[in-house]
């Protein structure tokens, strides 16, 4: 049992990884220093749907883990 919870963690892991190094912030360094001049925007399109994957997979990632903590 445990090393399929410890499979299934790593596979999300990865996918968590590439999920995150996908979505695309313009800007770089000086943007996460205040100064970046950049607006709301709405998300659209693929841009939301990375988005959503995102937080769907770091809450399986989570829960994953409280599992391995507990098992």
Do not use: P, W
């Not at 800007?27 to 709405?42: C, D, K, P, Q, R």
Request: aromatic content about 8%; glycine content about 12%.
């Amino acid at each position: 049992m445990k090393e399929i919870i410890l499979t299934v963690q790593v596979v999300v892991s990865i996918i968590l990884i590439i999920l995150i190094l996908t979505q695309n912030k313009d800007g770089g360094l000086s943007a996460g220093m205040g100064g970046g001049g950049s607006f709301e925007s709405v998300k659209r399109g693929a841009e939301k749907v990375i988005y959503t994957a995102t937080i769907i997979f770091a809450a399986i990632f989570l829960i994953n883990a409280l599992l391995i903590a507990f098992v």
